[in-house]
């Protein structure tokens, strides 16, 4: 009876063990989708500053601002990992990660990335960035890079709304996909329908 104790035991364990994993990666998606809802979400300076606060608040480890006196210019860096499941060979390291650029007091630009690395220790990503300043880019645009593996997509706030939720419409899954994503199309589906540019 004493082995019937052990095996039930062992089996209670792996079942904690799955269920944890589970757990965790729900939350690490979430928290992923929370952060590419975020960066969509902002509009003006005053969507900026709120966003900087929750997230200064809800993680607090994995955030950080830069300030220069000299120029009056101001960023916040946030990001999530998928940590666990990568230390546990589940999933490639992936994050997303959202910086907010300043300069005197007024938002520049916002920056979405999402970049994951696959078992070859070939890397993909999609690097998105809407600028709000006068006089920057106009057009918008998408950049090949290393064979689809890795794209720029660029454009300024005057982008028209469908077509900007598009290009913010990163593919949490990525975070928890066993395999990862590992092309440009894989992290932000649609991407090469959004305008392609020579290189």
Same mark, same amino acid.
């Given at each position: 009876?004493?082995?019937?104790?052990?095996? !039930?035991?062992?089996?209670? =364990?792996?079942?904690?063990?799955?269920?944890?994993? /589970?757990?965790?990666? /729900?939350h690490?998606?979430?928290?992923?989708?929370?952060?590419?809802?975020?960066? @969509?979400?902002?509009?003006?300076?005053?969507? /900026?500053?709120?966003?900087?606060?929750?997230?200064?608040?809800?993680?607090? @480890?994995?955030?950080?601002?830069?300030?220069?006196a000299?120029?009056?210019?101001?960023?916040?860096d946030?990001?999530? @990992?998928?940590?666990? %499941?990568?230390?546990?060979?589940?999933?490639?390291?992936?994050?997303?990660?959202?910086?907010?650029?300043?300069?005197?007091?007024? %938002?520049?630009?916002?920056?979405?990335?999402?970049?994951?690395? !696959?078992?070859?220790? @070939?890397?993909?990503?999609?690097?998105?960035?809407?600028?709000?300043? !006068?006089?920057?880019?106009?057009?918008?645009?998408?950049?090949?890079?290393?064979?689809?593996?890795?794209?720029?997509?660029?454009?300024?706030?005057?982008?028209?709304?469908a077509?900007?939720?598009?290009?913010?419409?990163?593919?949490?899954?990525?975070?928890?996909?066993?395999?990862?994503?590992?092309?440009?199309?894989?992290? %932000?589906?649609?991407?090469?329908? =959004?305008?392609?540019?020579?290189?």
């Open positions: 009876m004493k082995w019937q104790r052990l095996l !039930s035991f062992a089996i209670a =364990l792996v079942v904690l063990f799955v269920l944890g994993i /589970a757990v965790y990666g /729900a690490v998606r979430s928290s992923a989708q929370a952060l590419i809802d975020a960066a @969509e979400s902002i509009r003006s300076t005053a969507d /900026a500053d709120r966003e900087i606060a929750i997230w200064q608040k809800r993680s607090r @480890e994995s955030s950080w601002e830069n300030s220069s000299q120029t009056e210019d101001r960023s916040f946030t990001r999530v @990992e998928n940590g666990w %499941l990568h230390r546990l060979h589940i999933c490639p390291p992936t994050a997303v990660a959202l910086t907010i650029t300043m300069r005197k007091s007024q %938002l520049r630009s916002v920056i979405l990335v999402m970049f994951t690395e !696959s078992r070859s220790n @070939e890397t993909a990503g999609v690097w998105v960035q809407e600028w709000f300043d !006068s006089g920057t880019v106009t057009d918008f645009y998408v950049k090949r890079k290393d064979n689809s593996q890795s794209a720029t997509v660029e454009f300024s706030s005057t982008a028209p709304e077509t900007r939720e598009r290009a913010f419409a990163l593919n949490a899954d990525c975070l928890v996909k066993a395999k990862g994503c590992k092309t440009a199309q894989d992290i %932000l589906p649609g991407i090469w329908g =959004l305008g392609v540019t020579p290189n």
